[in-house]
């Protein structure tokens, strides 16, 4: 079966300092693989999404960088984090686009 | 631009009700239609995903419709239970690229 893995489950940065979030599916392979902001009391909103190795689609400018060094895995970076940068980040990934989509469980970013 | 409002935003009911969450979305050129369960600080579950072929999809108490032509979709609870309190989120994915969500209802069902 597949599963989905995103840490840390929880961070707290202060402004200015970079930041790293990983995802990681297991138990497929080639997948589309989707970060996704959610602000409180909202949908959410996708950031970046990829359909292999190395290709990265960005849906809104920001301050936030997307990375896929392998099959399987899914980096969101900053190199500088603003405040308005907190928020709870959802990984998910799909087996194709318009498929059934899975998500991790989230990490909730707060940016002080 | 696709957009997906989702009504009501909050509803309260007493365990064992059964009940209706509503999704809208303006452009019916839709591949899919997926319904989530987001518990409070958590990721999202999967409930059921309808194809823009499909009618309806049937998951123990959970049965979601979709009407293209109209650009709706409907989640029905049955029997509802204090388990179920979470917050529903639609999802509807054109052929490829990204999906849209609605901003979700969050449910209560009271003792």
């Known amino acids: 079966s597949q599963t989905i893995h995103q840490w840390p489950a929880t961070l707290v940065q202060p402004v200015g300092s970079p930041l790293s979030l990983e995802c990681t599916v297991e138990?497929?392979?080639?997948?589309?693989l989707y970060w996704y902001r959610q602000a409180a009391g909202r949908g959410l909103q996708l950031l970046f999404y990829?359909?292999?190795?190395?290709?990265i689609s960005s849906e809104v400018p920001q301050n936030l960088s997307a990375s896929r060094p392998q099959d399987r895995q899914f980096i969101l970076s900053s190199k500088k984090l603003l405040l308005s940068d907190s928020g709870f980040y959802l990984c998910?990934?799909?087996?194709?686009?318009?498929?059934?989509?899975?998500f991790g469980q989230g990490t909730r970013l707060t940016v002080v | 631009k696709q957009e997906v409002t989702q009504i009501p935003a909050a509803l309260s009911v007493p365990e064992g009700e059964n009940l209706v969450l509503n999704c809208s979305f303006t452009?019916?050129?839709?591949?899919?239609l997926q319904w989530f369960r987001q518990d409070p600080g958590k990721g999202l579950t999967s409930l059921l995903l309808?194809?823009?072929?499909?009618r309806e999809q049937t998951s123990g108490r959970l049965n979601a419709s979709l009407d293209k032509s109209s650009g709706r979709s409907t989640l029905y609870i049955a029997a509802s239970q204090p388990g179920d309190s979470a917050t529903y989120l639609c999802?509807?994915?054109?052929?490829?690229?990204?999906?849209?969500f609605g901003d979700g209802t969050t449910l209560t069902v009271k003792p």
């Open positions: 998910a990934w799909a087996r194709d686009s318009g498929t059934e989509a899975f």
């Open positions: 138990g497929t392979s080639n997948p589309n």
């Open positions: 990829s359909v292999g190795i190395g290709q």
């Open positions: 452009d019916s050129a839709i591949y899919n």
């Open positions: 309808i194809q823009s072929s499909q």
């Open positions: 999802a509807v994915s054109p052929n490829a690229g990204k999906s849209t």
